[in-house]
């Protein structure tokens, strides 16, 4: 019975250091199209944002707020070069397409094969499988443009012109949409 006991015990406390949170950091890469005031346009991802300074790197980095850091492959753009700041997710318009396409099929096909099939005294008779193909074409192609109108809505243009003021809101929004607020 005392060894049961400690058994019960022992189990009971090493399944709560075992229970810890095993979710991964999913990096988001956000890219960034600057339109500087000398009218250049870069493409990049963003890497940092500073109080009066914004970081482009040219490979695909984990952004890092606030840093600095300087590296070859990367350009500084101060608030006063910058006029608008695009951002958006990678990948962000093509994966609401594909999943906007996958619910849209799939919901069409169900809805299509549960109507059921046509009697055949009609003149355009569908089985219930014609129509599940049938339906799930057209709910695919449906969702899959409500998904590209979802992912280019996604994207956000900051107007900077030049004021630090507005470099510092863009960073505000970005930190609190990428969870790095207070």
């Not at 005031?37 to 493409?43: A, E, K, L």
């Not at 999943?99 to 008779?125: H, R």
């Not at 339906?135 to 979802?150: C, E, H, P, S």
């Amino acid at each position: 019975m005392k060894h049961l006991f400690l058994f019960l015990l022992s189990a009971n406390v090493t399944g709560g250091l075992l229970a810890q949170d095993s979710l991964t950091y999913r990096p988001h890469y956000l890219n960034v199209r600057i339109q500087a005031s000398h009218g250049g346009i870069t493409d990049g991802y963003l890497y940092a944002v500073s109080d009066s300074a914004l970081i482009v790197s040219k490979d695909r980095r984990r952004p890092n707020l606030y840093d600095t850091t300087a590296y070859e492959r990367m350009k500084t753009f101060g608030y006063q070069q910058l006029q608008y700041v695009t951002v958006h997710n990678a990948g962000g318009t093509g994966r609401s397409v594909l999943i906007g396409l996958a619910i849209g099929a799939t919901t069409g096909a169900i809805a299509g094969f549960l109507s059921g099939d046509d009697p055949k005294d009609q003149i355009f008779a569908l089985s219930a499988s014609e129509k599940a193909l049938a339906v799930g074409f057209f709910g695919g192609t449906i969702g899959a443009l409500t998904g590209l109108i979802i992912g280019v809505a996604s994207h956000h243009t900051f107007v900077i012109r030049g004021r630090k003021d507005r470099l510092n809101d863009m960073s505000r929004r970005l930190a609190s949409r990428m969870g790095m607020a207070n």
